[in-house]
């Protein structure tokens, strides 16, 4: 079982910028969650996905958006990208939205985002 | 709204010693708490869980939690430290039925455990 993989492992981009993250959960799950980890903070919770909608959302701007297809995996995207989006992007997994937290959410290694 | 509060931002210890993390929690709504670590360019690992019933909750790795619900507390504890526990420890809550809480977790700042020979 490969678990949560996440790519690419470490990207660049400048200010104004697109990016494109994606995540594959682990064999089972169908509910993805996405944090931002700035440098030195904890993870903040951006948005939760199940059955290809987004169920539950957290404090970020619509710059920040994201996809569920229908075998699960997820993107990530932000627009117009400024140089505090600079972070760890971190993708979670669990089996079932309703039992979500009962169930352990299983995180991946993140991609490392630099902004310049 | 819910928030943590891990009291120690740095805990240096030496080997086979006993170590405790703090964390406070607020929420106004029921909770369920967890404890994470995170070793160097790795995602979060769950060390243990709260969910309901005995306040104490033992985790992989030897780590054990109790949860206070007066004190509005979940410390980490672990009566003897191994050099592999050097790592970043998160607390993290969870709102536990229902409501815009539910399903998303709200992480503390961290606590930086370093254990010295």
């Known amino acids: 079982d490969a678990g949560v993989t996440q790519s690419p492992t470490h990207l660049i981009k400048t200010r104004g910028q697109q990016v494109t993250l994606r995540c594959s959960p682990k064999?089972?799950?169908?509910?993805v969650s996405w944090y931002q980890q700035a440098l030195g903070q904890g993870p903040q919770f951006i948005f939760q996905y199940y059955e290809e909608e987004e169920r539950q959302r957290g404090n970020f701007p619509d710059r920040f958006s994201g996809h569920q297809f229908p075998n699960y995996s997820s993107e990530l995207n932000v627009n117009a990208l400024l140089l505090g989006d600079s972070a760890l992007y971190l993708c979670?997994?669990?089996?079932?939205?309703?039992?979500?937290?009962?169930?352990?959410?299983?995180f991946g290694p993140g991609t490392r985002l630099l902004v310049l | 709204a819910q928030s943590v509060t891990q009291l120690d931002s740095q805990v240096p210890v030496f080997e086979e010693a006993p170590v405790e993390l703090r964390c406070n929690y607020s929420?106004?709504?029921?909770?369920?708490l967890f404890w994470y670590v995170q070793y160097p360019n790795q995602g979060l690992q769950l060390l243990l869980k709260?969910?309901?019933?005995?306040?104490l909750v033992k985790g992989i790795n030897g780590f054990e939690a109790e949860f206070n619900k007066s004190q509005t507390s979940f410390h980490l504890r672990k009566p003897s430290v191994h050099i592999s526990d050097t790592a970043e420890y998160f607390c993290a809550v969870s709102g536990s039925a229902g409501g815009t809480s539910y399903g998303k977790l709200t992480f503390g700042q961290g606590t930086i455990l370093t254990v010295h020979p």
């Open positions: 064999s089972g799950h169908d509910t």
């Open positions: 979670a997994s669990s089996p079932g939205q309703g039992k979500t937290l009962q169930e352990t959410q299983y």
């Open positions: 929420s106004s709504v029921s909770v369920y």
């Open positions: 709260y969910l309901s019933g005995s306040t």
